[in-house]
Structure formats: C-alpha cells, structure tokens
C-alpha cells in the first residue's frame, strides 16, 4: 500500500509540474487513465456520455436542411441508397454530429465511379439492398459475389467497412438455375457466403416489418450464426396480420423494438423506415419541411443504451483525498 501511495504521489506531482511546464506527465500511466466516481467531484460518466444513441439512424433520401436540424438531436447517422448525401444536407450534416453511410444499390458501378461518389469522412459502404428481389436489386447470390471485388477495391480506397447484401424474406424473389431461391433470407445468405468466401464482410443488414418485438427478436437470432455486428437497416411496423395499423399502435411496436434494439449486443445500428412513404400507414418521422410528426418526436427522445465511457483523470483530484 505503501509502494502503491508512493506511486500516486509521484505521478500526480509529475503532471501537476506538467501543467506549469516544468515536467512531463507520461499519459500511459496507469493513474492518467483512471474512472473517478461521480462522488469524486471530477468529471463524471453522466458528463461525457453521449447524447443520443449510438445506434440509432434513418433510412431516408429526401431530407432537407430543416429535416436535418429537427432530426439531429437523436440521430447519428443515416443512409439514403445511395453513394451519396443528398445536396442539401451535404454541407450541414457532419456539424450536426450526423454521420452519413453510403451504399451501392446494385452492381452496376465501377469502383471509379463509387470511390468518386462517396464523400470523405465515411466510414461504411453498404452492400446490395435486398438482392434476393426481383423488385429490389436482383441479384443472385453468385453475381452479388462476383461484384464484391468492386466494393473491396473502394473499401481499400477509403478506408471503409463493408456490410453484406441488406435481406428480408422475399415474395418475387431472384431466380437460380430457373427457380426462384426460398424465400427465407438466411438461404441467399448462406448461399452467397458460399460463394464468396474471403471476401471482407464486416457487417450484417438486415431488414423486418413485423409489429411484434419478439419477432423482430428471432429474426436477428436467425442472423447470428454468421458472428458480425448486426445492423436492421429498415424496419417498423408494416405488417400487422390484416388488423388495422394506427399511430397507436406505430408508437407502442417502435418504443418496444427501440427497447430490445438498443440493449440487444448483437445489433450495433439499426434505422427506422422512413421519413415520409406512403407505403405503409403512420410510419413517417417528418410531416412538413422541418416539422416532426408525434412518431418524429417519439423517435428522437426514446431512451438508448448510453455505453460506459472512461473519464479523463484529473490529478488536482489526489491532493483533495
């Protein structure tokens, strides 16, 4: 104890002479990096938490500038379909502490053309969405494969991390050897998995519109058996068994999906579809140009999941013990 207590004297003098100059503070000290309680005084884990969710995102093309600001609060990042930010957000959206995830939609791109598109800053590239529809980007798990080497190329380029082909189950799905594959995501996925093996994958999308949290729960799980970060880069609550679905009950499934989302470890992001659609009732987060609809609102204050951060240590700490 007595070593110990030498120690800490030592090293609290040392960087408090650095701060006049007259020494230096080695910062890989064990003292240096040192989590105070909040009792302490100093700063605290609540003082340098996040402020919104590190996971939470949009999925969402057609922002802007106004969007941007009454989204920001709690969003970090979103991602439009395509390489690139829309242009009125393009030289906002970093300042608002909001991220932007390119993708590439299909495979028909150079990777001149995509390493062009995409800006700087970036730090994921999106696969495919949804390969395994023909409505979609219609694509066999071998030709998805076969493409990969052109996301490879820009991820090399830029520095970024590639997420698989974005799947759900599909209705008009793809055609193999002259049959349309099962439309269970997890066959396209084996299958491309089989066909492209080597090839960096750091992520796996995926996509779900059912209204029930357990569900969502056990489609995850299903995505599991491939060990990567999972992000659900579409869902709500779009198909409710034939019963009518009402802002209700949009508010009652994303409070409960957000909840699981945000404590799950396997999903690291996740991003509510949309900002305005049409497609399925009372989904949309944005009414008028930089107005939030009650869904909007609910969305950007839900709670998240803060993860512990290590607070700096402050030496002037010591002498007051």
């Given at each position: 104890?007595l070593?110990?207590?030498?120690?800490r004297i030592i090293?609290?003098v040392?960087c408090?002479?650095?701060?006049?100059?007259l020494?230096?503070?080695?910062p890989?000290?064990?003292?240096?990096?040192?989590?105070?309680?909040e009792?302490?005084g100093v700063l605290?884990?609540?003082a340098?938490?996040?402020?919104?969710?590190?996971?939470?995102g949009?999925a969402?093309g057609?922002?802007?500038?106004?969007d941007?600001?009454?989204?920001?609060?709690?969003?970090?990042?979103?991602?439009n379909?395509?390489?690139?930010?829309?242009t009125?957000?393009?030289?906002i959206?970093?300042s608002?502490?909001v991220?932007?995830?390119?993708m590439?939609?299909?495979?028909?791109?150079?990777?001149?053309?995509l390493?062009?598109?995409i800006?700087d800053?970036?730090?994921y590239l999106l696969?495919?969405?949804e390969?395994n529809f023909k409505?979609q980007?219609?694509?066999t798990p071998?030709q998805?494969?076969?493409f990969w080497?052109?996301?490879?190329?820009?991820?090399h380029?830029k520095?970024?991390?590639i997420?698989?082909p974005?799947?759900?189950f599909?209705?008009?799905?793809?055609v193999?050897?002259g049959?349309p594959?099962a439309?269970?995501?997890?066959v396209?996925m084996d299958?491309f998995?089989?066909?492209c093996?080597?090839?960096?994958?750091?992520?796996?999308?995926?996509?779900?519109?059912?209204?029930?949290?357990?569900?969502?729960?056990?489609?995850?799980?299903?995505?599991k058996?491939?060990n990567k970060p999972?992000?659900?880069?579409e869902?709500?609550?779009?198909?409710y068994?034939?019963?009518?679905?009402?802002?209700?009950?949009?508010?009652?499934?994303m409070?409960?999906?957000?909840d699981?989302l945000e404590h799950?470890?396997?999903v690291a992001?996740?991003s509510w579809f949309?900002g305005?659609?049409n497609e399925?009732?009372?989904?949309?987060?944005?009414?008028?140009?930089?107005?939030?609809?009650a869904?909007?609102?609910?969305?950007?204050?839900?709670?998240?999941?803060?993860?512990?951060?290590r607070?700096?240590?402050?030496?002037?700490?010591?002498?007051l013990?």
């Amino acid at each position: 104890m007595l070593k110990r207590n030498a120690r800490r004297i030592i090293a609290t003098v040392a960087c408090l002479l650095s701060l006049t100059g007259l020494a230096a503070c080695d910062p890989t000290d064990e003292l240096t990096s040192l989590v105070l309680p909040e009792s302490a005084g100093v700063l605290s884990a609540a003082a340098v938490a996040p402020a919104k969710s590190i996971k939470r995102g949009l999925a969402y093309g057609h922002h802007s500038a106004a969007d941007m600001n009454v989204l920001s609060p709690g969003m970090s990042w979103w991602y439009n379909w395509s390489p690139k930010p829309e242009t009125a957000v393009a030289a906002i959206y970093k300042s608002k502490n909001v991220s932007f995830v390119p993708m590439s939609w299909n495979g028909a791109t150079t990777a001149d053309q995509l390493a062009a598109a995409i800006p700087d800053g970036a730090q994921y590239l999106l696969g495919p969405n949804e390969p395994n529809f023909k409505s979609q980007a219609n694509m066999t798990p071998v030709q998805t494969a076969a493409f990969w080497p052109v996301l490879e190329n820009v991820a090399h380029r830029k520095n970024l991390k590639i997420g698989a082909p974005a799947l759900n189950f599909c209705g008009d799905c793809v055609v193999v050897n002259g049959q349309p594959i099962a439309s269970d995501p997890i066959v396209y996925m084996d299958a491309f998995m089989a066909a492209c093996q080597g090839c960096q994958i750091d992520f796996i999308p995926v996509h779900w519109y059912s209204c029930w949290v357990g569900a969502l729960e056990w489609y995850v799980g299903k995505f599991k058996k491939y060990n990567k970060p999972i992000w659900v880069t579409e869902f709500a609550c779009g198909d409710y068994n034939g019963n009518p679905i009402t802002l209700q009950v949009q508010k009652d499934y994303m409070s409960a999906a957000i909840d699981y989302l945000e404590h799950e470890p396997a999903v690291a992001r996740y991003s509510w579809f949309s900002g305005r659609n049409n497609e399925i009732p009372f989904i949309n987060l944005l009414g008028a140009d930089g107005q939030l609809t009650a869904l909007g609102q609910l969305y950007v204050t839900l709670p998240f999941a803060a993860a512990p951060k290590r607070v700096p240590f402050n030496p002037w700490q010591l002498l007051l013990q």
